[in-house]
């Protein structure tokens, strides 16, 4: 008997979700197609059921993230700059105790991946983007350029922050980029 299309469809979230997970930790190469589908789960025959390449699933990942972000981050009662600054650039996003952000967690592994996969990238930086740009009221509204200067800093900060190996300077580095994106 074969899966109901319900069935199909919730392998597909856990094989993304777990690789979302697998991926923003470890990077693409560092994480194996039996790895993501025995986070999931399932056995690595299921995984062609859904996905016909790892990079096609690391490209369906990283949308899997961001989404994930992007929800976490409405779901706050208050989903202010502040608020999504204060989240983006904390030490518990650094240390990766939530779904990782693709944008900073994956940021030197893109630029070696397909096409397929650097425009997910893309469009998931545009989209974040937007986001920082919707914060702002109408009356108050911020050029593309000034968005995307604090969303690089935000983004450039977290991986900065990722990448030492001094936990005070760590944070000393995502102290400066909250000021820096808050500032005008």
Not at 44 to 64: C, D, M, P, Q, V
Not at 138 to 149: F, P, R, V
Request: with cysteine; proline share 2%; charged share 30%.
């Amino acid at each position: 008997m074969g899966w109901t299309v319900e069935q199909k469809t919730k392998s597909r979230e856990k094989i993304i979700s777990s690789a979302a997970a697998l991926f923003t930790r470890d990077g693409f190469d560092n994480v194996g197609i039996n790895d993501v589908m025995k986070h999931a789960g399932l056995t690595r025959g299921a995984f062609y059921n859904h996905f016909t390449s790892k990079s096609e699933l690391y490209a369906e990942a990283i949308l899997g993230a961001a989404k994930q972000a992007k929800i976490r981050t409405l779901e706050q009662p208050d989903n202010s700059l502040e608020t999504i600054i204060e989240y983006y650039l904390s030490d518990k996003h650094r240390r990766g105790e939530d779904i990782c952000c693709p944008l900073a967690f994956l940021t030197t592994d893109i630029h070696q991946r397909d096409d397929q996969v650097r425009s997910t990238y893309t469009r998931v930086l545009k989209g974040f983007i937007n986001i920082i740009k919707s914060t702002y009221p109408d009356d108050e509204q911020i050029s593309e350029a000034e968005a995307i200067k604090k969303v690089v800093l935000m983004i450039g900060g977290l991986a900065i922050a990722r990448a030492v190996n001094d936990e005070d300077y760590s944070e000393l580095l995502l102290s400066a980029c909250r000021e820096g994106v808050t500032s005008k």
